[in-house]
T-cell receptor, first 111, second 113 residues
Framework: GQQVMQIPQYQHVQEGEDFTTYCNSS?????IQWYKQRPGGHPVFLIQ?????EVKKQKRLTFQFGEAKKNSSLHITATQTTDVGTYFC???????????FGQGTELSVKP | DAGITQSPRYKITETGRQVTLMCHQT?????MFWYRQDLGHGLRLIYY???????DKGEVPDGYVVSRSKTENFPLTLESATRSQTSVYFC????????????FGPGTRLTVL
């Protein structure tokens, strides 16, 4: 069945270092979404990418959607302690509003 | 305030008991979802609903029952709780369409002893 995989599962960085998480789908996606979940919190929508090769930036966060629309990445430049949390990618699952989520990448930042 | 709420936020129950988790949204979103979150598994879809009186199974529906008599409410019932159902449960809602962003409730942390 359809799968969305994320790597790495965990990433520990020193504050100021860069961070990247990768998302790979077993099927071509019409779009991909990214969510952030702070420790003890709930997932919060960050962004959606729709076009092949699309790149979007939100301050220090850069999101990319692969040319084949089967992979995506989130890159954070110069991490801060406020970036701590788990980052999930998600793609549409079948018809309707269902999403399939990757397992998430948990980011910890050491001050 | 508009939003999506869940109750209770924390629940401890015993094996074999029935427990219902409540979810309420004020946006009149068509779609509502129940997920469970466990270490190493991310978010797994239990059930979803496209509209009032329309529900369908997700990835892990066994042991759960849902109903949606009103657009704004989507309760999840564990008919006979098992230890394996210890988890954090998130309710979410979204507007109609493919790939529309989902809005998550604060979650219910359920422990089954």
């Amino acid at each position: 069945g359809q799968q969305v995989m994320q790597i790495p599962q965990y990433q520990h960085v020193q504050e100021g270092e860069d961070f990247t998480t990768y998302c790979n789908s077993s099927t071509t996606l019409s779009n991909i979404q990214w969510y952030k979940q702070r420790p003890g919190g709930h997932p919060v929508f960050l962004i959606q990418l729709v076009k092949s090769g699309e790149v979007k930036k939100q301050k220090r966060l850069t999101f990319q959607f692969g040319e084949a629309k089967k992979n995506s990445s989130l890159h954070i430049t110069a991490t801060q302690t406020t970036d701590v949390g788990t980052y999930f990618c998600a793609g549409p699952r079948g018809q309707g509003g269902k999403l399939i989520f990757g397992q998430g990448t948990e980011l910890s930042v050491k001050p | 305030d508009a939003g999506i709420t869940q109750s209770p936020r924390y629940k401890i129950t015993e094996t074999g008991r029935q427990v219902t988790l409540m979810c309420h949204q004020t946006w009149s979103h068509s779609y509502m979802f129940w997920y469970r979150q466990d270490l190493g598994h991310g978010l797994r879809l239990i059930y979803y609903s496209a509209a009032a009186d329309i529900t369908d199974k997700g990835e892990v529906p066994d042991g759960y029952v849902v109903s949606r008599s009103k657009t704004e409410n989507f309760p999840l019932t564990l008919e006979s709780a098992t230890r394996s159902q210890t988890s954090v449960y998130f309710c979410a809602s979204s507007g109609a369409g493919v790939g529309v962003e989902q809005f998550f409730g604060p979650g219910t942390r359920l422990t089954v002893l």
